[in-house]
């Protein structure tokens, strides 16, 4: 794929003796959505971890934007992360004490915005996502299917290049799950953000423009065409 934001060659990770990766090689468009779909416990995860800088491979390379992520240290890694790679996990892991506008201030405060602009911009992201009226309460008092879009807001309020999101609808249940992948995709497109979308609900993958099944460690394209 010549416009690849992100692409990974060769990709090899193991935990001790169990192998997860084996040699993968992977690209994304920008403003592209791909679905990585199969059974648990075949990489789906580990390659998500991969990409987005989370975990180094063994072997292989994460190229984005003709930066070599797997080279990069730690820190440098996480400051991609703030900037430029957003990630959403399946259980939003907002901090408990903060409220929704300071959860999503933080990659933003991280960064060195000013605590006014953050905020301007944590507001402005919720109020997209439907839920501003949630902006000064805290995790604990909203639901699942709120906290989650919360989490969103969080995971866009960088604007980032790439949005990695690992089984975002997992803990919800259906209509809520179809409420985050319906802001998700809208927002994505409005921005040009290449995401990639690791699930195991083939409703949820039909949400992508493509699929690639993990499989042992191992990837197939396979043609998908967007339900939404």
């Given at each position: 794929m010549n416009d690849a934001i992100l692409s990974a060659r060769g990709l090899v990770k193991s935990y001790g003796n169990s192998p997860a990766l084996r040699g993968v090689t992977f690209e994304v468009a920008a403003g592209e959505i791909v679905a990585v779909t199969g059974p648990s416990g075949c990489g789906k995860s580990t390659l998500l971890h991969c990409l987005s800088g989370i975990l180094r491979?063994?072997?292989?390379?994460?190229?984005?934007?003709?930066?070599?992520?797997?080279?990069?240290?730690?820190?440098?890694?996480?400051?991609?992360?703030?900037?430029?790679?957003?990630?959403?996990?399946?259980?939003?892991?907002?901090?408990?004490?903060?409220?929704?506008?300071?959860?999503?201030?933080?990659?933003?405060?991280?960064?060195?915005?000013?605590?006014?602009?953050?905020?301007?911009?944590?507001?402005?992201?919720?109020?997209?996502?439907?839920?501003?009226?949630?902006?000064?309460?805290?995790?604990?008092?909203?639901?699942?299917?709120?906290?989650?879009?919360?989490?969103?807001?969080?995971?866009?309020?960088?604007?980032?290049?790439?949005?990695?999101?690992?089984?975002?609808?997992?803990?919800?249940?259906?209509l809520a799950g179809e409420q985050v992948m319906a802001h998700l995709v809208r927002l994505a497109r409005a921005h040009r953000t290449a995401v990639v979308l690791v699930t195991h609900e083939p409703r949820i993958a039909g949400y992508a423009d493509r699929e690639v099944i993990m499989r042992d460690g191992e990837l197939a394209d396979v043609a998908l065409a967007a339900a939404r």
């Open positions: 491979p063994d072997a292989g390379e994460v190229v984005y934007r003709e930066q070599r992520v797997d080279l990069m240290p730690e820190s440098a890694r996480a400051r991609l992360r703030r900037s430029e790679l957003g990630v959403l996990f399946q259980f939003g892991q907002l901090v408990a004490e903060l409220t929704a506008a300071e959860n999503v201030s933080l990659p933003l405060l991280l960064a060195g915005t000013g605590r006014r602009a953050a905020r301007t911009a944590a507001l402005t992201w919720l109020d997209r996502l439907g839920v501003a009226e949630l902006a000064e309460q805290r995790p604990g008092e909203m639901s699942g299917g709120q906290q989650q879009r919360v989490a969103l807001a969080r995971a866009l309020v960088t604007e980032p290049r790439v949005l990695f999101a690992d089984e975002p609808t997992g803990a919800l249940d259906t």
